[in-house]
């Protein structure tokens, strides 16, 4: 339920009731000022502002225990009930705004499992490597391009296993290719394989992201309807952080 950020609904009718109690109550008579005071004082100390309900008891409860020598005045009664409908109009509005949110992030999620079988570019992503199979590849985004770039891979035990050193590259997407080839000459057990590239730009060594084209194999929503992507090798990524998509 859509609640009000403050309580000056409740000031305000307090202050209304307060404002119009000129005549004490008798023993044991509950005036408007008394009810609102003691809404007033069960919200005190608590973050969540005033319900539709809580409106809605106090409005019927200032109306009941009223002075019947000094009524609620017209303009008081009248600005209560513009401020309860504003308070429902807000509450609808706040319950069809999250079931539009709820229904799109059913429709991501059904559009999104079109990505199952096709091939992104997933920042830091580690590669499968098995025999026969296809050889490792991506790219490394390189905005003022470089002097040198040496890429290392190592293996799920940490290991390093293979270099690759390129020399000078332009501005814009570098690509590699890895096929599983160790610097030893052998072709490395078959399993996950990460990859860590070095740049020297501009006199500077950085480190950057290396992207890796990995096939996405299931998809998946988290609870703040978050879409992840479960690619090859076990990582899952945001859709939001994938780089390229391709067939």
């Known amino acids: 339920m859509m609640t009000l950020s403050t309580n000056n609904s409740l000031n305000a009718?307090?202050?209304?009731?307060?404002?119009?109690?000129?005549?004490?109550?008798p023993a044991g008579v509950k005036t408007t000022a008394?009810?609102?005071n003691e809404v007033l004082t069960a919200k005190s100390g608590t973050s969540a502002g005033m319900g539709q309900k809580d409106f809605?008891?106090?409005?019927?409860?200032q109306l009941k225990c009223q002075d019947?020598?000094?009524?609620?005045?017209?303009?008081a009664f009248v600005a209560q009930l513009a401020q309860f409908s504003?308070?429902?109009a807000t509450t609808t509005m706040s319950e069809?705004?999250?079931?539009?949110?709820?229904?799109?992030?059913?429709?991501?999620?059904?559009?999104?499992?079109s990505m199952i079988g096709k091939t992104v570019a997933v920042p830091d992503a580690p590669a499968l490597i098995t025999p026969g199979g296809k050889p490792a590849q991506g790219f490394v985004s390189l905005p003022t391009g470089a002097e040198g770039v040496k890429l290392e891979v190592f293996n799920d035990k940490g290991q390093l296993v293979a270099n690759q050193i390129m020399g000078a590259q332009s501005i814009g997407d570098m690509p590699w290719v890895w096929d599983g080839t160790s610097d030893a000459g052998s072709q490395v057990p078959a399993g996950n394989y990460t990859f860590r590239a070095t740049v020297i730009s501009q006199g500077k060594t950085t480190k950057p992201s290396v992207n890796v084209l990995s096939t996405v194999t299931g998809v998946n929503q988290q609870?703040?309807?978050t879409i992840l992507l479960e690619v090859a090798g076990?990582?899952?990524?945001?859709?939001t952080d994938v780089q390229r998509i391709g067939s």
Do not use: C, H, W
Request: proline share 3%.
């Open 13 to 25: 009718a307090a202050a209304t009731a307060n404002a119009g109690s000129k005549i004490k109550a």
């Open 34 to 36: 008394d009810a609102a």
């Open 56 to 61: 809605l008891t106090l409005f019927t409860t």
């Open 68 to 75: 019947p020598l000094d009524p609620v005045k017209n303009e």
């Open 86 to 88: 504003q308070l429902e």
């Open 96 to 113: 069809t705004l999250k079931a539009y949110v709820d229904s799109m992030a059913g429709e991501r999620m059904m559009s999104s499992t």
């Open 223 to 225: 609870g703040d309807k």
């Open 234 to 239: 076990g990582k899952s990524v945001k859709l």
